[in-house]
């Protein structure tokens, strides 16, 4: 079983829906979380940092559950240019190795 | 622009050959880690350091494999006798330091094809 796991996708839908990601991670030791978008050939860019209590980054939602182990991450009024490969990211120890999940592709159609 | 810069950005090699690739971090960042990429695929961990100390190692970094961060600034990997599936995309992220920075920031990555 890998260490993060996430939905496996693709998901195509059309612009404007709300769309969310599922990620889960096996190792309670996990002490800091993100969310990273990697377009096609291009490296991992950070969307955004997931905090225990939930945050908002405009259309973005990042929730956080430490009991159940799982993340997620909520697009609302999904953009032709939020097309691209969502990735889970875990960290043990602040600045040690950082997971990664095997990522989830979005298509947002016109 | 996350100021971190690799080079080159594509290297094609015949089998056999070895190849060098190099990350330059953000000055501040004092942490600085090693990626690979295939296809379809997650980034996986090959290495990390800490200033110029190589801290952790992936089973995945054969004996084929060696890093580099003298001075802790920028690093390199090199690859001996590559082999066809050392093709993939080659990730160098820096974090930590005086930028205070818990997430990693990547560079635009090396693509190595292994021919």
């Known amino acids: 079983r890998k260490e993060v796991e996430q939905d496996p996708g693709p998901f195509n839908v059309p612009e404007g829906a709300t769309v969310a990601f599922n990620c889960t991670y096996s190792?309670?030791?996990?002490?800091?979380f993100f969310w990273y978008r990697q377009d096609c050939r291009k490296e991992p860019k950070l969307l955004m940092s997931v905090y225990s209590s939930g945050n908002e980054d405009g259309r973005f939602t990042a929730q956080l559950n430490r009991a159940s182990q799982y993340i997620s991450l909520l697009i609302r009024d999904s953009k032709l240019s939020d097309s691209a490969t969502y990735l889970c990211?875990?960290?043990?120890?602040?600045?040690?190795?950082?997971?990664f999940g095997p990522g989830t592709r979005l298509s947002v159609l016109p | 622009d996350t100021g971190v810069s690799q080079n080159p950005r594509h290297k094609i090699t015949k089998r056999g050959q070895n190849v060098t690739f190099r990350c330059d971090p953000i000055s501040e960042h004092n942490r600085l880690y090693w990626y690979r990429q295939t296809l379809g695929q997650g980034p996986e961990f090959l290495t990390y350091f800490q200033n110029e100390a190589q801290l952790e190692k992936s089973r995945l970094l054969s004996d084929r494999f060696s890093a580099e961060r003298p001075k802790g600034s920028f690093s390199t990997l090199e690859i001996q006798r590559t082999e066809q599936g050392d093709s993939a995309m080659y990730l160098c992220?820096?974090?930590?330091?005086?930028?205070?920075?818990?997430?990693?920031?990547f560079g635009q990555g090396t693509r190595l094809t292994v021919v």
């Open positions: 190792n309670s030791a996990s002490q800091s």
């Open positions: 992220a820096g974090t930590g330091g005086k930028t205070g920075h818990t997430e990693a920031f």
């Open positions: 990211v875990v960290n043990h120890n602040y600045g040690q190795n950082f997971v």
